[in-house]
């Protein structure tokens, strides 16, 4: 007897699912060992240095569509981010449409005419890579479906379309286990088959950095980023209060498991090229993920030249994998280091206050004895500084960074 396709599709899933690890589609059992303390447990491989790429979100917001991700992704390319590092191309919320017969999510037709396989495809092509988004409630922050109950079908169904990348965000989740939901879509995409980096957008609510390292690639540290210096706004914050929520969680962060405080406002507008330079180092020298969130087909030269500086994404790429840290404090002003592959420190002169400020950092604050002599460059200049034996100090402009390298 023929099979009807609703009927079909629905021993497919059943199918999938009995030869899944428990999913959230049951009940969770509480006497079950928490995920991130069982031993069999294994990360993915991905992310070995901080991932970079570019999402809708930031600039777009809502305002998604076929036609934007891929004049994105030639942009991408002609303006040289794809070969300065920029390899993910990533949809945010608002693409689904609604799910089928099935259960299985489908783009909104309207929006994607040609459908995610296809703008996959494309992205592909141009040598870079292809994410996606959704949420671990029942919708997402944008109303459409979430995942929740359907996390291997939405898991499946990104690996037929040739997703790379997915962020999975926390809106609509009730009284849901962070721990359980994040874990239930890691094996998802595990079981998938196809290597699906994993962006946890959980807003540092559950303190995933405790738990999460052989679940999430990254994992949100605060609410979301917005265009702004300082302060609280709805519920976004500006630069410099997610920079100290970041700042005390270095010790989490390593090789395939980052800490993320937020993506990329640089060249939005809402700060200043300076302060722009000051969001772009603070970053790198943190070791967070490069998400660019701007316009890239009609960046300023100024954008492009912050975006692509090779040797401040350098520091972020770094093979050692640890996150730099504020090494010292006084008032506005503040030094950050970050240990590099092959010896050597990159170093960021911080200057928070609204006049220009001299910051010195001494070689105590690295653990270098007092007498080594290091050679210094200004990243930023692309300027070899000579040997510095003991200390180095700079005139940092208002908002500015002076980031250097320091090589012994």
Same mark, same amino acid.
């Given at each position: ?24 589609? =049951? ?11 069982? $031993? ?71 929006? +994607? ?7 996959? =495809? ?7 890579? +292809? ?13 459409? $479906? ?99 929520? *970041? ?14 405080? =937020?993506?990329?406002?640089?060249? *939005? ?10 969001? +772009? ?19 300023? $030269? ?36 970050? $240990? ?60 500015g960074v002076v980031m250097l390298r320091l090589k012994p």
């Open positions: 007897m023929r099979c009807s396709p609703l009927l079909a599709g629905l021993a497919a899933a059943a199918l999938l699912a009995s030869s899944l690890p428990a999913t959230a589609q =049951d009940a969770p059992d509480p006497n079950r060992m928490p995920a991130s303390q069982d $031993p069999a447990r294994t990360v993915n491989g991905l992310a070995r240095t901080p991932q970079m790429g570019w999402n809708s979100w930031n600039r777009f917001a809502c305002n998604v569509s076929e036609k934007l991700i891929r004049d994105t992704a030639d942009a991408l390319v002609a303006s040289g981010m794809r070969d300065a590092g920029y390899s993910y191309v990533v949809i945010d919320d608002c693409w689904q449409g609604a799910r089928d017969a099935d259960g299985f999510i489908q783009a909104d037709a309207t929006r +994607f005419p040609s459908g995610i396989k296809a703008l996959a =495809d494309y992205v592909h092509a141009k040598g870079l890579k +292809f994410g996606i988004y959704s949420d671990a409630g029942a919708k997402t922050c944008g109303g459409r $479906p979430g995942s929740q109950g359907h996390e291997y079908q939405d898991a499946l169904q990104y690996a037929r379309w040739g997703v790379d990348y997915l962020k999975y965000d926390w809106c609509s989740t009730g009284t849901r286990n962070a721990e359980e939901a994040y874990a239930t879509m890691a094996d998802a995409l595990k079981a998938s088959g196809r290597p699906i980096l994993f962006s946890m957008c959980e807003w540092g609510n559950n303190q995933p950095w405790l738990w999460a390292q052989k679940i999430g690639n990254s994992w949100r540290t605060s609410g979301d980023i917005t265009d702004k210096w300082s302060g609280k706004h709805g519920y976004s914050w500006g630069l410099t209060n997610i920079v100290d929520m *970041n700042a005390p969680l270095w010790p989490h962060a390593g090789p395939g498991h980052w800490n993320d405080p =937020d993506m990329l406002e640089v060249g *939005n507008g809402g700060m200043t090229d300076v302060e722009y330079r000051s969001h +772009f180092s603070l970053w790198a020298i943190m070791a967070a993920p490069l998400i660019a969130g701007n316009d890239v087909a009609n960046m300023t $030269p100024e954008t492009h030249a912050i975006l692509t500086n090779r040797e401040v994404i350098a520091v972020d790429q770094d093979a050692l994998g640890v996150q730099g840290r504020r090494v010292w404090k006084e008032g506005d002003r503040e030094v950050w280091s970050k $240990p590099l592959a092959g010896g050597g420190r990159a170093l960021v002169l911080f200057n928070r206050g609204e006049a220009p400020a001299e910051i010195r950092a001494d070689w105590a604050m690295l653990d270098y004895p007092q007498g080594l002599n290091l050679a210094a460059r200004d990243l930023w200049t692309h300027r070899d500084l000579g040997k510095h034996r003991g200390s180095i100090a700079a005139t940092v402009a208002p908002h």
